[in-house]
């Protein structure tokens, strides 16, 4: 069974920067594609970032460069460095794994801007 636990959420000022870490176990998971999404409430969860198993990403159209997702495979961590964000950013954030036949998802992590 894959767990993905989030960490580095919080509030932060409309322009500043955050940046999300997701450590999955166990370290020999096979994962294909990971990534972030988030969802507010009411709202449908949304993708943010993909990061595909040959190695390509993807972004939400609204991301325009401000987002960059990476794996760690020594550390076995996804991150997600968050910059120039928007009150419209704010969201629970959820970490994303593929395997072979299974999604997973971690917790949750909450992201507020506000001034």
């Known amino acids: 069974q894959v767990q993905l636990v989030e960490s580095g959420g919080g509030l932060v000022q409309p322009g500043g920067s955050l940046r999300l870490s997701c450590v999955y176990s166990?370290?020999?998971?096979?994962?294909?594609?990971v990534g972030w999404y988030r969802q507010v409430p009411g709202n449908k969860r949304e993708e943010v970032a993909l990061?595909?198993?040959?190695?390509?990403?993807t972004y939400a159209g609204y991301v325009n460069g401000q987002f960059r997702i990476s794996r760690d495979i020594q550390k076995n961590t996804i991150t997600l460095q968050m910059n120039t964000l928007k009150p419209e950013d704010s969201a629970t954030h959820y970490c994303y794994a593929r395997t072979h036949f299974t999604t997973h998802w971690g917790q949750g992590t909450q992201v507020t801007v506000a001034s």
């Open positions: 166990p370290r020999s998971a096979n994962l294909n594609n």
């Open positions: 990061l595909l198993s040959g190695g390509s990403t």
